[in-house]
């Protein structure tokens, strides 16, 4: 991600230009969270606004492991579920936000790297659909805060593809 991608997601988020408001609508933890997505390119990028009850340590103001779980796993789900390259699903139909009444694809596995402590701010994901198939797809996913260089979390994200 550039300087300039980083400058127009934090001008959407400042805007309150928001998208995917049904699939965020779909978990009570998401909602809970008030997790956000950014439409920027080809990709979701989620944002998670800063709240005191998200602190897990609070000598050291940093976000709950949780939370920050949360957060990559709903990132990859939105970009595996609505941002193929050519803005079709796994199974190449069209979607768009009024297409969420059913998971189309489940979590098999998610490995998450913890690379710094999440501060008491807001924080941004983006995911990255490394490999598909007919039944399975790889998704890596990384998390920053005010600097988008400096990481405090990634994943990776394995799915099962559900056909209907």
């Not at 949360?70 to 789900?77: C, N, P, S």
Request: net charge neutral.
């Amino acid at each position: 991600m550039d300087h300039i991608i980083n400058t127009s997601v934090l001008a959407k988020h400042l805007s309150m230009d928001y998208v995917l408001n049904k699939f965020s609508a779909t978990s009570t933890y998401m909602k809970f969270l008030d997790i956000r997505f950014i439409k920027e390119n080809n990709s979701y990028i989620s944002v998670l606004p800063y709240k005191p009850n998200l602190i897990g340590n609070h000598d050291l103001k940093v976000l709950h492991g949780g939370v920050t779980v949360a957060l990559l796993e709903f990132t990859a789900m939105a970009q595996i579920l609505y941002g193929n390259e050519n803005g079709t699903s796994c199974q190449g139909t069209k979607l768009d936000d009024s297409d969420v009444e059913q998971p189309k694809a489940k979590v098999i596995d998610i490995n998450v790297d913890y690379l710094r402590p999440g501060l008491a701010e807001d924080s941004f994901a983006i995911a990255r659909i490394v490999r598909t198939g007919r039944r399975f797809a790889w998704v890596h996913v990384e998390a920053w805060q005010e600097d988008y260089k400096k990481i405090f979390a990634q994943a990776s994200v394995h799915f099962s593809i559900v056909s209907k």
